[in-house]
C-alpha cells in the first residue's frame, strides 16, 4: 500500500521525490473540471517514466476491435477516450541547462499538493541542475470551473545561489499519443498552427469522429509582481508551437509565467469559429487574472463543498478519504450536460475506454441527486432516453427482435463498444441497473415526469430483451436465463446467475406496473408510447408469465440463494486461507484458475440484496453476507462500499469501517496495486454511500427519509446534507445522540429508528 501521502483533512500532500512514485501520483493527482481534466503531469520537460494525458469530455476515437477471432455481434471498435493535445508545456533552462528532476544532480524540499477545499494542484520544489545552477521552483495549477474551457498556471523560478539566465518555452503540441490503442493508430490530424505575440493555437481534427478541437495558449510574464511587457520569438514545426522568452534573472528575485490554456471544441462552438472562442475565453481570464481567477476557483469550489462535504471527527485518514472521493466525483462530472457521463477513470487514465458503465446508474446516480439536484440525475436518465434506439441496434446484432433493447456495457454514444466476449454479450445485468436508476430516481426525488415521457419505453426495450433472453426449461418447469456473466467477473458463461434472474424478474413487473400506472394518469402519453412501440396486451401477458415462473437457484442446505447452478460444485476454500502472495489473484493466477476457484470479484447475490433490501429480512441478509462475503477477494473497486453498508446495516461495525477505510482509500493507498492507470472515479460514489445509507442508515420508506444511525468506534462524530425533494436536511452523528436540522421552507417528517421525527426549518432536533 502506499504510505507516503499524508494525512490531511483538506489536502492530498506528497513529501519528497521518488522516481518510483510519479506515475502513481500522476494518477492521484489529477484535476478536472467537467469539460477537461488532465494527469498531474510535469509542466516542464520529464524524461523519467511518466504517463502523459490530458482529455477532453465527450472526445473520443473508435479503435477498431482487436480479436483473435471474429464473433457474429463483436463490435466494431473500442470507444477510446483521446490524449488530447497538451497546452500545460513549459520547458524550462537555466544558463541552457534543461530542468528535468530526471536528471537534476539534487532535488530538495519536494511537496505536491492536491488543495481539495480550493480546487487547485500545487508544486514546489529546490532543485541543483547538472550545470550547478540552483534554482527554487513554485508552480500552481487549476482548470477553472466557472470557465470550465480554460486552465491556469503560475510558474515561479527563483534563483538561489548565483544571477542566472532562463528560459521559458511555454508550448502547445498535437503530436500526442495514446497509452491505449489497439493498433497504434493515428487519432488526430493537425490542420493548422497560428501564433501572433503571445497567443498561439492549434487547429485539430479527430480522425474517424471529426471532432474539431482548437487548443490555445497565452503567457504573460512578472519579475517580483511586476508584468513585464515582453513578446517572445517563436518556433512552429508540424505539431508544435514553442514561444521563447529570455531573462536574467538575479539571485533572489521571482520570475514568474502565468500560462492559461484550454480547449475549444466543436460539440460547443461551430467548427469554424473555435479559435475566435479560444481568444475570447482568453481575453477574459488575461483581464481578469491569474490570482482573480483563483479566487473565482476557490469560490466555486467552497459552494460544492457546502453541500457536499462529509465532515468526520476523531480520523483524518477517513476524513481525507472521503473527501478525495468527492473531490474527483465533482470534478468529473457536474451534471451541466445530458450529453456526457461519467467514465471509469474519468479524466484520471485511459483504461476502460473512458466509457459509460452500468456503474453510473448502479453507484452514481445517488451520489449527484442527494448532493446536487434532480436536474443532474435526470440528466444522466435522458442519457440512456437518447440511446435507445442504438441498444434496440446492439440487441439487433445479437438476434433480437421486435424492439428489444440491449443498452451497451461500454459506450459513448451509445453503441456497444467492449469487445471481451465475456462481457459484450454476456454481462447483461447492465440492462437491470437502467431500469433500477429509473425506479430509484422517481423514489428519491418523487418526481414521475420522466417515466411517462422518456422512461417507459426504456422500460418497455428492456422487458422485451428479458422476455426474449429467457427459455423454458422442462427440467424445472421454470424460466431460465442461460449463458451469463454477472457483476463477479471471476466466474463467466454461467448459468442462471441469481442477480441477472432476479433482475429480469423484477424488471418485467416494474414494467407491467408503469405501464398500469401511465394508462391510468397520463393517457396522451400512454397512447403515444403503445403506439409507437406497437405494444399489445398479448405481448404483456407473455412477459408476466416469464417473470412469475423465473427460475431462482437456491440451496436447501446452507439456506441461501446461490451465485449460480453449480456454485457449490466448486472447492469452497474460504480467502481467510488464500496466502496474501497469491493476491490479487487477478495479477497471479490464470483466469483459468480464477474461474474455477470460489472466490468473488465483487458480490452478486449481495448486490441483489442491496438493491431490493425491502424485498429481503435482515436475516436473509445475515445469512448471505456470512456465507458470501468470506469468499470474496473484493478485487472490484465496486465491492467493498455495498459490503460496507450492508455490514454497518447488520451492526458489524468493525467489518463496515475496514470496507469504508477500503473504498474510501482505495486509490490513495493503491489496494489493488494499480493506481498508476488512473482512479477509480464511480466507485467513489459507493464511498459516499457508506457513509451516507451505512453508516447514516439513510432510506426512502414509504416516501419519506428514513435514518437509522451508527458510528464506528473510531469516529467522535460524522455529518453530512443531503437535498431530498428540494428540501436540505443536515444529519449529524455523535456516539450518544443525532441532530438533524432542515434548510427549507416548510416542515417535514422523518423517520429515525423507526420513529416520526418533525424538522422544522432552522431549527435542530435532537434524537
Known sequence: MNEYLKPDPWSIIEEGFDKERVKSSESIFSHGNGHMGQRANFEESYSGETFQGSYIAG?????????????????????????????????????????????????????????????????????????????????????????????????????????????????????ITNEDTNWDDKFWETTEITSKENQAFIESHTLKTNFQVCTFMESLLFLDGKKLEKKPSE????????????????????????????????????ASELVDAARTSLKKVVDLGFESL???????????????DI????????????????????????????????????????KYGGSTYWDTEAYCIPFYMATKNQKVARNLLQYRFNHLEKAIENAQKLGFKNGAALYPMVT???????????????????????????????????????????GLEVLIGIARFWYQRANFSEPKDKYVILGVTGPNEYENNVNNNWYTNYIAKWCIHYTLQQLTKVKDGSQDDYRRVVGKTRLTDEETAKWQKVADAMYLPYSEEHQVYLQQDGFLDKELITVENLPKAQRPINQKWSWDRILRSPYIKQADVLQGFYFFEDHFTTEELEKHFDFYEPFTVHESSLSPCVHSIQAAKLGKMQQAYKFYLRTSRLDLDDYNKEVEEGLHITSMAGTWMSIVEGFGGMRIVEDKLSFIPRI????????????????????????????????GKDEMSIRVNGKKVVLTPDKVVEV
Not at 476557490?298 to 463543498?305: E, F, L, T, V
Request: net charge neutral; hydrophobic share 35%; proline share 4%.
Open 59 to 175: 472526445v473520443y476515437y473508435p479503435d477498431k476491435t482487436r480479436v483473435g477471432w471474429w464473433k457474429n455481434g463483436y463490435p466494431e471498435y473500442f470507444a477510446k477516450v483521446l490524449n488530447a493535445p497538451n497546452w500545460i508545456g513549459i520547458d524550462v533552462s537555466v544558463n541552457g541547462e534543461n530542468l528535468d528532476l530526471n536528471t537534476c544532480k539534487k532535488v530538495v524540499d519536494f511537496r505536491r499538493e492536491l488543495n481539495m477545499k480550493e480546487g487547485w494542484y500545487g508544486r514546489s520544489f529546490k532543485a541543483t541542475l547538472p550545470n550547478d545552477a540552483t534554482i527554487q521552483v513554485n508552480i500552481i495549477r487549476f482548470l477553472s470551473l466557472d470557465m470550465d474551457e480554460v486552465g491556469a498556471i503560475r510558474y515561479e523560478i527563483i534563483p538561489t545561489d548565483a544571477d542566472v539566465e532562463i528560459k521559458f518555452h511555454p508550448y502547445l503540441d498535437s503530436g
Open 235 to 270: 518556433e512552429k514545426k508540424e505539431l508544435r508551437v514553442l514561444h521563447e522568452y529570455v531573462l536574467p534573472v538575479k539571485k533572489g528575485e521571482t520570475l514568474a509565467l502565468h500560462k492559461f490554456g484550454g480547449y475549444t471544441v466543436s460539440r460547443n462552438h461551430k
Open 294 to 308: 483563483l479566487g473565482q476557483q476557490k469560490k466555486a469550489w467552497a459552494k460544492i463543498w457546502e453541500m457536499a
Open 311 to 350: 465532515t468526520i471527527a476523531g480520523d483524518i485518514k477517513a476524513q481525507q478519504g472521503i473527501r478525495f472521493n468527492i473531490f474527483q466525483l465533482n470534478q468529473t462530472y457536474l451534471g451541466k450536460d445530458s450529453r456526457l457521463n461519467i467514465g471509469p477513470k474519468g479524466f484520471t487514465g485511459e
Open 412 to 454: 459513448m454514444n451509445g453503441e456497444e463498444s467492449h469487445n471481451e466476449w465475456e462481457i459484450t454479450f454476456e454481462e447483461i445485468h447492465r440492462n437491470g441497473a437502467i431500469v433500477f436508476a429509473i425506479f430509484n430516481y422517481y423514489r428519491y426525488t418523487g418526481d414521475y415526469s420522466y417515466i411517462p415521457e422518456m
Open 712 to 743: 464506528p468506534e473510531q469516529w467522535k462524530s460524522y455529518s453530512f446534507k443531503i437535498n431530498f425533494r428540494n428540501r436540505i436536511v443536515k444529519v449529524t452523528v455523535q456516539k450518544e445522540k443525532t441532530e438533524f436540522s432542515l434548510d
